[in-house]
């Protein structure tokens, strides 16, 4: 017996181990279809979204719809980038508000989480769980008293205003987040830095590179939230030169007698999809791993 497996080799052995049975292969096969129609049905809206961009108004508005246009037209993304209510600024000042969050909810939840598992208190995890409670809190319960607190700091109407309002619902899933990062981190190592004698940042900055998973996935929550809002903004935010994006679209899609210009709309979706697909592709490797972080422990 063991001459013939001497004589097929390692690579026919492993072969013959990766055989599947038929009931094997049909069970992998009906995931495989299952995963496949997920798939389809979440990604046929972008895809119909990004052809209908190409569409003439006429063919846009047609009833009933084609989904493949026609005739290709640039004409939307022509219009958007010659309309003269400041797309590009809008641009700027979403990219402001979006940056400025994720900088500012890293750096809070990172001190957050690194007092809450490093230094914890008597009460300590209550207070970090009445910090989770605040998901639970719809936006639009706290909209009416944060923008009295900003009238009163004389805040609103401004960027800053709104990078504050973002960040504060932000913090606790990055908190969360990151201190799950700071969980999975062997306790040898804050042995043999307390041994080395480094204080508290020399060893904050000595576990950096590990949290790089916890820190991606709580940027890449921050900068979608931030990128995306349409609600806080509309309401904290009155002068047209600081709109971001979202709220700018509002006022390119009314045509003529009130309707609305489809092709326009969806070049204008098209457009604030693009950072947030390139930027989820880039860094998409980290965005699992900072998830289940600490989770074996």
């Known amino acids: 017996m063991n001459n013939a497996v001497d004589t097929l080799g390692p690579t026919s052995v492993l072969s ?7 009931r094997q292969k049909a069970g ?3 995931w495989y279809v299952i995963v496949g129609m997920i798939a389809i049905l979440f990604v046929s809206p972008l895809v119909s979204v990004l052809l209908g961009s190409f569409k003439s ?3 846009a508005a047609r009833t ?3 989904y493949l ?3 290709l037209s640039m004409r939307n993304y022509t219009a958007l980038g010659l309309s003269d209510i400041g797309v590009g600024q809008s641009i700027i000042n979403s990219a402001v508000v979006a940056v400025a969050t994720v900088i500012l909810t890293v750096v809070i939840a990172l001190l957050a989480a690194y007092g809450f598992h490093v230094y914890p208190f008597r009460g300590s995890n209550v207070v970090f769980v009445l910090m989770l409670a605040a998901i639970m809190v719809p936006f639009q319960v706290l909209l009416t008293p944060l923008y009295v607190v900003l009238q009163k700091v004389q805040l609103t109407n401004s960027l800053a205003g709104l990078v504050i309002v973002v960040t504060t619902f932000q913090l606790p899933f990055a908190t969360f987040v ?3 990062s700071f969980a999975g981190i062997p306790t040898e190592l804050y042995e043999a ?3 080395d004698g480094a204080g508290m940042w020399n060893t904050l900055r000595m576990m950096l590179p590990l949290l790089r998973p916890g820190l991606i996935t709580a940027a890449l929550f921050a900068f979608f939230a931030a990128w995306n809002e349409f609600f806080a903004a509309l309401i904290l935010l009155s002068d047209q030169t600081k709109f971001t994006l979202p709220v700018i679209l509002t006022t390119l899609v009314n045509g003529a007698r009130g309707s609305v210009d489809w092709g326009l709309l969806q ?3 098209v457009v604030t999809i693009v950072p947030c697909l390139v930027i989820f592709i880039a860094l998409q490797r980290y965005y699992v791993r900072g998830l289940i972080a600490g989770s074996g422990r």
């Open 16 to 22: 013959s181990r990766r055989r599947l049975s038929p």
């Open 28 to 30: 992998r096969g009906t």
């Open 57 to 59: 108004p006429s063919e």
């Open 64 to 66: 009933p719809p084609t």
């Open 69 to 71: 246009p026609q005739h």
């Open 178 to 180: 990151l201190r799950n």
């Open 193 to 195: 830095a307390a041994v």
């Open 267 to 269: 070049s204008g979706v």
